[in-house]
Structures are given as structure tokens and as C-alpha cells.
């Protein structure tokens, strides 16, 4: 029976799939074909409409009754768009152009407004059950998984946590008892600030070379280098922003939003202070992604294999881990009474 009823989801979600790709595919082929050639201006205009209008308004029906995230129509959306723009002509792409200009931007900052609102209501959430110091990146990634598939959803996580600590989230964080920076001391902040200046006299000179052989060429990398500037920016802000932290039963060790590792306190082996140099390797990390450019103070080593999550959701395993805290010996303490503590009560 539960077979069955596997089977049967399976085959239902692959129709909800199958029927709005069907009609893109129709789309294409109308596109391509000589029918296109004797009105191409009312087909222009036709095809755009079911693209973006009418197939995504088919596959809303699909999933109304469905535990599927709403949200998925944006996506396929989208994809209506960039269809369009390589199946329908240049000249005939009026109805699409004001689509790009006018409802694209609209359905962007909706998607993005929702999202925020979201988070706000998985904090709050948060805040009542008391599970928890509230985090906004782990409540943004709980949110995007709900709305959005897979790796998207990480891509959109990270996407609008840099935006968020970059440029909204001023506030000074008040550390708890059982929380632990670990930018004070280690120059990381100091770095990071000067790779951005760095970028910065790098773009200006990038861009008055390329300015001499193509004016697009030259605004494209600055583009980039701008958009890499605000992004370090925002990963900088994150480590000040989201501290290590001693739950309860768990260890939640923290870099920005760069990487980050849950490790049950159980499993803790021994927690030792040592900045000697260490081989790393598939089962020996350093907690930040600045590897040998940032000095490390603690390492862990664990009973068994944990996993260590980096950017857009890259997984890494490990039994080692390495990493810096500001106030080492009160950390170690900490850890050690949670250690105890867990034993007693076992």
C-alpha cells in the first residue's frame, strides 16, 4: 500500500512537471516552424502571453491542492522569460521587453518581500519555543527551503543574507554566556577590509585598460568586481554578526555565513588549545575558508564523523575541526561543563 501510494505521488508530481515543460516544448516548435512565418507579429505575442502568463497560470492550478511551495511559479517564470528571448524575434519582442521592465522587477521584490516576511515569522517562532538563540541566516535558510527546491534555495539564502548583513543589519550584538566571537583577535575583519580596498584600486585600473578596447567590457568588470566588493562586505559583517554558540546538547560552530557545523556535545572527544600548524586533509578541517591565511587557537576532535556545511550548502565530512575564539580558555571551559553536565545526567 505504501508502495503504492509512493508510485502514485511520483507519477502525480512528474505530471505537474511534465504538463507546463509540454507546453514550453509547443511553444518552441510553433516558434521554429513556417506556420510562424506567415503572422509572426500575432504569434509573437501570443507565444510571449502563454510563456509567461498562461502556462505558468496552468501549473498554479496544478499545485493549488498540493503541498508544493507557491513560490515555484517564479521560477517557471523565468524560465518563460529566457525562452521567449531566444525563441521569439528581436523585432517582435514588445510584448516581452515591457514584461523585462515592468513585471520582472515587481515580481523580484515581491519574492524577495515575502521571503523577509517569512524569516520574520520563523524567528518569532523562534523566540516562542525558546529552541534557541534566534539566528536570522539559519531562519532565511529554513524559509528558502520551504519556498523554493534544493541548491536554489541555498543560492537565494546566501544571496539575501549578504544583502542582509551588508547593508541592514547595523545593530551591535550582545553576546550571551554561551557565546563566543571570534573576529576581535584574529585579524580576519582586517583582512577582509583590505582585500576590498584592494578590489577597489584593482577595478579603477581594470576598467580605465578595458575603457581602451570596449566601453561594455570595462563596465562588465567593474560590474563584477563591485558586486565580489559587496559580497566580502556582507561576509564580513556575518562574522561579526553570528558568534559560536554552546546549546544546550549542541555546539554550533559559526564562520559568517561562509561555513558552519552542528556537532552534538556527546560526540565531543577532547577540546584542546593549540595554535601548532596541522595537516588537513579529508578528515581534519579548519572551520573558516580563509585556510592557512587566519591562525586557529582550538581544535576539536570527535568520537565519530560530522559534517562541515560551507558556501550555497557544500558539504565537507570531518573528525578534526580547527578554529579561532577570542576568549579561548573561557570557551573551553564552557564546553567542558556542557560535557559534564550531559554526562551527569545520562
Not at 52 to 76: M, Q, S
Not at 88 to 103: F, G, R, V
Request: proline share 3%; hydrophobic share 45%.
Amino acid at each position: 500500500m505504501s508502495k503504492m501510494k509512493t508510485i502514485t505521488k511520483i507519477n502525480g508530481n512528474a505530471l505537474i512537471l511534465g504538463i507546463p515543460l509540454l507546453m514550453i516544448t509547443l511553444m518552441v516548435l510553433i516558434a521554429k516552424s513556417k506556420l510562424f512565418e506567415i503572422d509572426p507579429n500575432t504569434l509573437s505575442v501570443g507565444i510571449t502571453a502563454d510563456l509567461l502568463f498562461t502556462i505558468p497560470l496552468v501549473y498554479f492550478l496544478l499545485i493549488r491542492k498540493r503541498n508544493i511551495p507557491k513560490t515555484t511559479i517564479v521560477p517557471l517564470f523565468v524560465l518563460g522569460i529566457l525562452t521567449a528571448s531566444y525563441i521569439i524575434p528581436k523585432e517582435h519582442q514588445s510584448l516581452l521587453n515591457w514584461a523585462k521592465t515592468w513585471m520582472f522587477p515587481v515580481v523580484e521584490l515581491g519574492v524577495g518581500f515575502f521571503v523577509f516576511y517569512k524569516v520574520r515569522q520563523t524567528l518569532k517562532r523562534y523566540k516562542e519555543k525558546a529552541l534557541q538563540t534566534p539566528d536570522f541566516f539559519s531562519a532565511l535558510k529554513e524559509t528558502c527551503r520551504e519556498i523554493l527546491p534544493g541548491k536554489l534555495a541555498m543560492v537565494m539564502a546566501m544571496e539575501l543574507a549578504v544583502f542582509y548583513y551588508g547593508f541592514i543589519s547595523w545593530k551591535n550584538r550582545l553576546l550571551s554566556k554561551n557565546e563566543f566571537s571570534y573576529h576581535k583577535n584574529s585579524g580576519t575583519i582586517a583582512l577582509l577590509v583590505a582585500l576590498i580596498g584592494i578590489i577597489g584600486i584593482e577595478t579603477y585600473a581594470i576598467h580605465v585598460l578595458l575603457l581602451k578596447w570596449s566601453t561594455i567590457a570595462a563596465w562588465i568588470a567593474s560590474a563584477l568586481s563591485i558586486y565580489s566588493s559587496i559580497q566580502i562586505f556582507g561576509f564580513l559583517k556575518s562574522i561579526m554578526k553570528r558568534p559560536i554558540t554552546i546549546e544546550k546538547n549542541t555546539l554550533l560552530l559559526k564562520y559568517g555565513i561562509l561555513s558552519e557545523a552542528s556537532i552534538p556535545i556527546e560526540d565531543i572527544s577532547s577540546i584542546e588549545i593549540t595554535s601548532k600548524d596541522i595537516e588537513f586533509d579529508d578528515t581534519t578541517r579548519k572551520l573558516s575558508p580563509l585556510g592557512e591565511l587566519e591562525t586557529h587557537n582550538i581544535v576539536i576532535t570527535l568520537k565519530k564523523e560530522n559534517e562541515l556545511t560551507g558556501l550555497y550548502g557544500l558539504k565537507k565530512s570531518f573528525e578534526k575541526i580547527a578554529f579561532f575564539i577570542d576568549h579561548k580558555e573561557e570557551f573551553k571551559t564552557e564546553l567542558e561543563n556542557a560535557i559534564q553536565t550531559l554526562a551527569i545526567q545520562k
